[in-house]
Structure formats: C-alpha cells, structure tokens
C-alpha cells in the first residue's frame, strides 16, 4: 500500500520511500478479527533492549505490556517502561527468566493473551512453546516443530537437503561418542567445527584445527552447551576457511505465506558472535541477493514456518553459499533490516500471531539505502574481548532520529550485572549507500560516551575506520587478520590534551570554590585559592597527571589576564577557556596556543575524561599511597579471577605440578566460559574456590609456588 501511493504521489528517490514507509507504520492500527485472536496484553519473557524494543511497539499499537524482573532487574530500564511488572526471582536466570512454570504463572495472572519471549531464554525453546499452547496463550513465535525441527542442526541439515537448500558436510549422527565424533572430524578433514545440536549465538561452538587438540575442544564445547541448552550433543562440520556469514530476514503467516526481507552480513566476529552487522550485504550481486532470499523462503516453508526468523549461510569467496543454522526467533541485528524495508518487525510478529496475513507480498518488498549496527559491549577489547562489570557512572549518546536508532535497556546510573549478557546498546544508521551509513556510524560513535566501565566503542572506531572494512572486504577472520592494525599500541595523551585536563580540573575546581567567594565583582578574588591570583606576584602551582603507567608534571602559571602559562617537559603553551554546561553535561572551550576546540568533560573517580570528535583521552590523578591501600595474597604467585563470575570446574589440588599454559580453572561469566591457565610452572600450593562458588574480579584463585622454592 505504501508503494502504491509512492507511486501515486510521484516520489522517487530512495529516501523518500524509505521515509515515507516509516510514517506509514506509525499510523494507528487495529487487529483483523477475522480467523485470528486479538492480542490485547502481552508478557515479555526477558529483559534488557530487547524487552524495550517490544514495549515500544506494544505501546504504539495500543498493546498493553508485562514485564517479568529478577532481583537483579528490579530497577531496571524495561521494569519502568512496561505497564505492568512482576518479580520472578533470583538473579540467576535458571530461577528467573528461564522458569517456564513462574513465566506461565504470571501471564495468567497478568491475563496477557500473549507471551514475547524475545531473544535468547525461552525464545527457542520447544518445550516452553509447546507449555503456551497447552495453556491458551498465543507464543509470539513459530510453531513448537518448527522450533524442534531447526533446533536440532543434525535435523535442520537433512530437512534443508530435502528442500534443495544448499547444506555444507558434515557428521550429524546419534553416534556421540569421542572416538566416533574423532573419526567423523579426520574423515571430513581438519579443520572442522564442533558445534552444539541445539541452540546458537555462538554458544558451544569451536574450531579443531588439528587432530591433536580436538578432543580439548570437544570436552569445552560440550561444557559450554550443557550450561547454556542443557544438552551437550555436538555435530561436526567442515570449517570453511574465511568465509562470510550471510543470513536472510524471512517470515511466514498462518496461511502459508512466506517472504525473505533481504540479506544481512554478520561477518565481523569475537568468539563467534557479532560485533557489527549491515544490510543488505557488501558487494553481494541482486542475482546472488535474490537466490539467497528464495532458499531461504524454500527452508522456512519446508518446516511451515510462522514468525520472524533467520536463515544463515556460510558464503565463500566465490560466493557459493551454505545452510549453517535457522535462528527460529526475532535476531539481536533487526533492526538493520527495518532500517532498509522501512518495517517494524514486532509489529509484524503480533500481528501474524494474532491470525493476520503478511503486511506485504514479496513484489512490495523493496530495499532501500544501507545501515549497520555496532553492538555496544561491557569488555576490554584489549584483554581478548574479556566480559565486564560494573555501574554506567556517566552515560551520553547521539540524539536518536529516523535514520539513527538506539537500542538500549540501560540509562546512566545503571549497573551492566555480572548474570547476563553484557550488551549495553546497539547503534543502529541508515543512509542512502554504504559510504554514507558508514560514515554516519563512525560520527555517532563518537557521541556515545561512557565512563564507569571499559566498552569496545574505541575498537568499533578502529575497526569501522579500518580501509578493507571501508571496502566491504569482510569475513569472519577479517579481526584475527587484521590484529595489529586494530590493536595499535596505546597511545601516549598528547600534550595538548595535558593541557586540556589541567585547565578542566582548573575551571572546575574555581566552579565548585565559587560559592565560598565574597561577594566582589573581581571574578579573579585574591581570596579563592583556585583563582591562583596573587597581589604584586604571578603564582605557580604544580599538577601530577598519570597517562597510564607515565607520570607527568604540569606546571601552571596564572596569567594577569586570565589566560594561563602551562609548561610539560620543558615546553611552554599558552592555555586558555571556559566550561560551558548544557543538558546536565560540562563541555570545556580550549584554547592551545591559539587553536580552539571544544570536548565533553567528565570528571569521576579521580579521572579526568576529554571526549570529542577526534578521540576519547583520559588522564588519572594519582591517588597516594597512604590513601590507595595495597592488597596481597601473600603468595609466591598464582592466578586470579580476570572478572567476576561462578567457578564451573577445576582442574588441580594441593600438591598438583602444574606446566605454564595449564588449564586451572574454568569460570562462567556473563554466558562466556573463560579457562584460567598457569602463568607459570610450580606445585599448586593453595586452591581458593570449589566449583559453584562465586568469584570476584581480581580475587585469588589458586596459590602457585615455582617449584625450586619448594625444594628449597
């Protein structure tokens, strides 16, 4: 129908059509009640963006939300946008957000007639869709067989074949033994991917590059699988070198209806998840485009899909493709897609729940411009992507719009929790092409601000700037490859930037004295000591500023005219301006021997934060000694936890040898398994934690004595 009028009305360009798409999903909208149940109220079984992201269309289509909450959840984000909330437990998710029996109990309490479970959790789950239908209330998702059907990829792969979507080989047998998984792997060839049957989004999923350590990666992907699906049966696939992961937005209705939205590349991983993903996909030709779309329609009839869900294909150089998986859900990246069919795809899921038929045929889909999404993460991009934790002490963001989107469930003064994932956000652009999309999402990366935790914004920078993403020259080996270039040594605060810090702790020092002045028109009082003025003599005043493990000397001079004399390593600069506050934030005006430039100041935990367009800088005021208070096990050394999580297993005792690189210790936290190994070689002499115990960041978790100071 929006088509049609573009055409009536004589639009042409492919951002008017997209826009144009837009308002017309925004009018008001009403069930059909004919052959389907109007949903009037419906629970989100989750949390975090993804439950704010259903509420928001809930709220527009007149749909009235539940929100469910754990302890951990009670203050949060999608807590306070929903109309209604109930607590449904622990922090932990297998007595919260995974308890299909407290899930069910609340949406009969609640009288939703539907339940969201969105990604993750029970979105995938056959059993809790199954619980649904018993129970009266409308899943929003495909049928249970067609959850059980793809879920099983030792299934999904005989199913696909059967449907003439291209499959890539592999074992996918009942035989689950090691010895037979180790024949299957040497008869296919090395390298092979062991992946767990059930479940996805990287989830028991490794790469045995050699016969020697396959069965390592055997036994971790097998402990992964069991803590995340409870089911450790794993397949083993050719692994194909370098490729691309492409995957295709379908959806069908109750009536046998099925379309493909186009394609996304999700190609740009860390640890098999996705970082970064763009619609449609880089350099992928309409003739490729649109056999990519028809498989993918070919395998959501053949298991008579209902909902949204996504085929995913390996794609080689060549660009042959594959049939990796069918994510049999809403993906975490559609909102890329919405961006180029100027859709909303939960409008579409309750809609085609509640009995309708698809909103559009597959002619009146078009595509239009381009968009990524950057995944906003809690991790040390530089510690191999390590998981963190911690509160958003300051939080800022570019200012959403039609064409920039931000997808979130956490406001500052949150806290990102140790028990769930650790996604603060993604940031979603659109633009007319690529180059435009790209360039769009590189500005507004550089308006996402946040202190209080390490995120990878600085390496999303890197990477979008890197020229052979610039290119569309991805796979999912493009950050391995490209290591050194997106892992440049940390570079030294320039001078300038000193410069900046010194006069930001200046200016805000002389704000907060402000009240104590007398009341004198003489904005320079001889009486405020952080004025630095003097009568008859100019005053000096030294600054210590730490630029990680350098400490450097500033030495301030206070001009008679306001303007101030800096001097670092024997260089002289003259340093001037003014703090300007807007919107509850403080914005220094600087001036540098004569060049100006203006960026956000956050002062916090003694450390000075300079954002602008250019680069996030940040310089720490040492704190003393006396004040910092020093911590010590005791020990001869030995390992510690990396960040806080739960001690799955260990591997050693009192007494045990121990070789550098031997694993420890495996610890779960935020639904990643990290393996702690030995830093060096010894006797273990103390192990801290059993297994089940909770760990916090930087605590000692085994004692290790080098074994020529035992004997001596």
């Given at each position: ?79 306070a946008l929903a109309d209604e909330a109930y607590h449904i437990g622990p922090a932990a998710s297998q007595q919260s957000y995974l308890s299909m029996k407290k899930i069910m109990a609340i949406a009969k309490k609640s009288t939703a007639q539907a339940i969201h479970p969105g990604y993750g959790f029970l979105s ?27 879920g099983i990829k030792s299934t999904s792969k005989h199913i696909m074949a059967a449907a003439g979507v291209p499959i890539i080989e592999g074992y996918h047998g009942d035989d689950q033994s090691n010895q037979k998984l180790k024949e299957e792997a040497k008869r296919i060839g090395y390298p092979v991917m062991i ?53 295709v937005q379908v959806f069908g209705d109750q009536h046998g209806n099925a379309v493909y939205l186009f394609e996304r590349d999700c190609s740009v991983q860390r640890r098999h998840q996705k970082i970064i993903e763009e619609a449609p996909g880089p350099g992928i030709k309409p003739e490729v485009r649109r056999r ?421």
């Amino acid at each position: 129908m929006a088509t049609m009028l573009l055409k009536l009305w004589g639009y042409q360009s492919p951002s008017a059509t997209l826009q144009l798409k837009r308002i017309w999903t925004k009018t008001p909208v009403r069930f059909s009640s004919v052959g389907g149940r109007r949903i009037e109220k419906v629970l989100i079984a989750n949390r975090g963006e993804i439950a704010c992201r259903v509420m928001r269309t809930a709220k527009k289509m007149g749909v009235r939300s539940v929100a469910v909450y754990s302890e951990a959840d009670k203050h949060s984000m999608h807590v306070a946008l929903a109309d209604e909330a109930y607590h449904i437990g622990p922090a932990a998710s297998q007595q919260s957000y995974l308890s299909m029996k407290k899930i069910m109990a609340i949406a009969k309490k609640s009288t939703a007639q539907a339940i969201h479970p969105g990604y993750g959790f029970l979105s995938e789950n056959t059993e809790f869709a199954e619980l649904c239908k018993q129970e009266g209330i409308i899943f929003i998702g495909p049928p249970s067989s067609a959850i059980r059907d793809m879920g099983i990829k030792s299934t999904s792969k005989h199913i696909m074949a059967a449907a003439g979507v291209p499959i890539i080989e592999g074992y996918h047998g009942d035989d689950q033994s090691n010895q037979k998984l180790k024949e299957e792997a040497k008869r296919i060839g090395y390298p092979v991917m062991i992946k767990a049957v059930r479940g996805g989004g990287g989830k028991g999923m490794r790469i045995a590059r050699t016969e020697a350590d396959f069965l390592d990666q055997l036994e971790s992907a097998r402990r992964e699988a069991r803590k995340s699906f409870n089911d450790d049966a794993m397949l083993v696939e050719k692994f194909v070198e370098n490729p691309r992961h492409v995957e295709v937005q379908v959806f069908g209705d109750q009536h046998g209806n099925a379309v493909y939205l186009f394609e996304r590349d999700c190609s740009v991983q860390r640890r098999h998840q996705k970082i970064i993903e763009e619609a449609p996909g880089p350099g992928i030709k309409p003739e490729v485009r649109r056999r990519l779309g028809e498989a993918a329609v070919r395998a959501a009839k053949a298991v008579k899909y209902v909902g949204a869900g996504t085929v995913e294909f390996i794609m080689d150089a060549d660009h042959n493709f594959y049939f990796m998986e069918m994510n049999t859900r809403l993906q975490v990246e559609h909102p890329v897609t919405e961006m180029i069919t100027g859709t909303d795809l939960v409008e579409w899921q309750l809609r085609i729940a509640a009995g309708e038929k698809l909103p559009l045929s597959q002619d009146e889909i078009s595509l239009d411009g381009h968009s990524f999404e950057a995944r906003i993460y809690a991790e040390d991009p530089s510690n191999d992507f390590l998981p963190g934790a911690g509160p958003l002490l300051h939080l800022s963001t570019p200012e959403p719009n039609d064409f920039i989107r931000i997808e979130t469930g956490v406001r500052q003064g949150d806290e990102v929790s140790v028990h769930y994932d650790p996604m603060i956000a993604k940031l979603v652009v659109w633009g007319e092409d690529r180059s435009a999309a790209l360039q769009k999402l590189r500005y507004c990366l550089r308006q996402y601000n946040i202190v209080g935790l390490s995120t990878n914004i600085d390496f999303l920078l890197s990477l979008s700037g890197h020229p052979e993403f610039e290119a569309g020259k991805v796979d999912t080996s493009f950050i391995a490859r490209h290591h050194s270039q997106l892992f440049p040594p940390s570079r030294k605060v320039s001078k300038e930037g000193l410069c900046q810090a010194a006069l930001g702790l200046l200016l805000q020092e002389k704000a907060v004295t402000k009240e104590f002045k007398l009341h004198s028109n003489d904005p320079y009082s001889p009486f405020a000591s952080s004025t630095g003025s003097r009568i008859n003599i100019l005053h000096t005043r030294t600054l210590v500023l730490q630029d990680g493990e350098n400490k450097v000397e500033v030495y301030i001079s206070y001009n008679r005219d306001g303007t101030y004399s800096v001097k670092i390593e024997g260089e002289i600069f003259c340093v001037s301006g003014s703090l300007i506050y807007k919107d509850g934030s403080s914005f220094l005006n600087c001036s540098v021997n004569g060049v100006t430039s203006t960026s956000k100041l956050v002062i916090l935990n003694n450390t000075v934060h300079l954002f602008s367009m250019e680069c996030h800088e940040q310089v720490t005021i040492p704190v003393p000694k006396f004040l910092a208070g020093v911590s010590s096990t005791g020990s001869q050394g030995g390992a510690v936890a990396p960040m806080t999580g739960t001690i799955e297993k260990v591997f050693v005792k009192e007494g045990d040898e121990v070789k550098v690189g031997d694993p420890l210790m495996v610890m779960i936290a935020m639904k990643m398994e990290h393996t702690i190994r030995a830093p060096k070689a010894g006797v273990i002499k103390k192990v801290f934690f059993k297994e089940g115990s909770q760990a916090s960041r930087h605590a000692a978790l085994i004692e290790l004595e080098e074994k020529n100071a035992v004997s001596d």
